[in-house]
T-cell receptor, first 113, second 111 residues
């Protein structure tokens, strides 16, 4: 059981480029959550997905950010036209259902230059 | 005011000391979580609590639902315990499943 796999671990993008962050949940986990940790700040919820459905996206910025969790394959967090303020660590967590605890991935550190 | 407040923000202690980190929250919750994050590293879930007390090795977590307060204790602390400890809650709001986090407590254990 490989745990929650996030890739890449580190991602550097120039302003205006697109960033794609991938999260493969633990086997048997159908709930995926994305969180963002800005430098020197705490973790903040972004989006909660189940297979093929966005359940709660109340923490997602209104523009440039999108997330999906297709029937097959990993969950993707996509940031279009990145800006310096998007530089952060992005963590994915998964759970088998809402009453269980979470398993976190190692995160993707995004740097926008 | 944050929904989840931790104290202290920073804590430095000597190896072997008993450590207590506190967490207070202001919303109704279905569960409270304690997480550990090493510098530049991932996040490890230590405990998930809805009542009472849990123990794992040298770590003990307690929660008082009436007082909306939880504590994380580390007995016989060791330098490898140095990390940021984060309290998070799952609010009972409109079926929310997301975690709301405290700011974290940075713990340094000196040999």
């Amino acid at each position: 059981n490989a745990g929650v796999m996030q890739n890449p671990r580190h991602l550097v993008r120039r302003r205006g480029q697109e960033a794609r962050l991938r999260c493969s949940p633990m086997k048997g986990h159908s709930h995926v959550y994305w969180y963002r940790q800005l430098p020197e700040e705490g973790l903040k919820f972004m989006v909660y997905l189940q297979k093929e459905n966005i359940i709660d996206e109340s923490g997602m910025p209104k523009e440039r950010f999108s997330a999906e969790f297709p029937k097959e394959g990993p969950s993707i967090l996509r940031i279009q036209q990145v800006v310096r303020g998007d530089s952060a660590a992005y963590f994915c967590a998964s759970s088998p259902d809402s009453s269980y605890g979470y398993t976190f991935g190692s995160g993707t550190r995004l740097t926008v230059v | 005011k944050n929904e989840v407040e931790q104290s202290p923000q920073n804590l430095t202690a000597q190896e072997g000391e008993f450590i207590t980190i506190n967490c207070s929250y202001s919303v109704g919750i279905s569960a409270l979580h304690w997480l550990q994050q090493h510098p530049g590293g991932g996040i490890v879930s230590l405990f998930m609590l809805s009542s009472g007390k849990k123990k794992h090795g040298r770590l003990i977590a307690t929660i008082n639902i009436q007082e909306k307060h939880s504590s994380l204790h580390i007995t016989a602390s060791h330098p490898r315990d140095s990390a940021v400890y984060i309290c998070a809650v799952t609010p009972i709001i409109q079926g929310a499943q997301k975690l709301v986090f405290g700011q974290g407590t940075r713990l340094t254990i000196n040999p």
